[in-house]
T-cell receptor
Framework: GDSVTQMEGPVTLSEEAFLTINCTYT??????LFWYVQYPGEGLQLLLK?????DKGSNKGFEATYRKETTSFHLEKGSVQVSDSAVYFC???????????FGSGTQLTVLP | GAGVSQSPSNKVTEKGKDVELRCDPI?????LYWYRQRLGQGLEFLIY????????KSGLPSDRFSAERTGESVSTLTIQRTQQEDSAVYLC????????????FGPGTRLTVT
């Protein structure tokens, strides 16, 4: 079945550091790929998405590129802020039901 | 506009009791999903409703779990004879009929079984 593997956390960075959170997937067919973010005390929010190979999703300074050849969708940000501290989930969606398959989440803490 | 809402936000129940969780999706969203998030883990898919079609129940972990949806509106997730392993945050999401499979999540119901 479909699965998502993402970098285990927690990840702790200093403000303005470069961030990469790795995500790889296994799926039948051609999935859509997502990054969701869960800020402390808040619900899950869509951060960015890509629906086909070589698409780049971007939002709030975060980027991820859909790499079919490496089945990856790594999340990057050039300069993190304290306000980026959250749990980040990589996810994919395939098939007619379109339910999301999630990775286990990566806790990011950014220190001032 | 209004997002997905869920109630109650927190529920504490005794082992063996039944619980009912409610989800109000975004108006106009035809698809509705239930997920479960155990502490420190990712989300597990439970059930999917699409319009008036038969629901996809493939993620329900046991026959103690069931869900209903009235048309394209409110959904209820029922857990009968709750067990301690049912303790989790139960999340509801809805999705519009067109677009790139985006799902919009509610704040969740935190269920604690004592």
């Amino acid at each position: 079945g479909d699965s998502v593997t993402q970098m285990e956390g927690p990840v702790t960075l200093s403000e303005e550091a470069f961030l990469t959170i790795n995500c790889t997937y296994t799926a039948t067919g051609y999935p859509s790929l997502f990054w969701y973010v869960q800020y402390p005390g808040e619900g899950l929010q869509l951060l960015l998405k890509a629906t086909k190979a070589d698409d780049k999703g971007s939002n709030k300074g975060f980027e991820a590129t859909y790499r079919k050849e490496t089945t990856s969708f790594h999340l990057e940000k050039g300069s993190v802020q304290v306000s980026d501290s959250a749990v980040y989930f990589c996810a994919l969606s395939t098939g007619s039901a379109r339910q999301l398959t999630f990775g286990s989440g990566t806790q990011l803490t950014v220190l001032p | 506009g209004a997002g997905v809402s869920q109630s109650p936000s927190n529920k504490v129940t005794e082992k063996g009791k039944d619980v009912e969780l409610r989800c109000d999706p975004i108006s106009g969203h035809t698809a509705l999903y239930w997920y479960r998030q155990r502490l420190g883990q990712g989300l597990e898919f439970l059930i999917y409703f699409q319009g008036n079609s038969a629901p996809d129940k493939s993620g329900l972990p046991s026959d103690r779990f069931s869900a209903e949806r009235t048309g394209e509106s409110v959904s209820t997730l029922t857990i009968q004879r709750t067990q301690q392993e049912d303790s989790a945050v139960y999340l509801c999401a809805s999705s519009p009929p067109t677009g790139g499979y985006e799902q919009y999540f509610g704040p969740g119901t935190r269920l604690t079984v004592t």
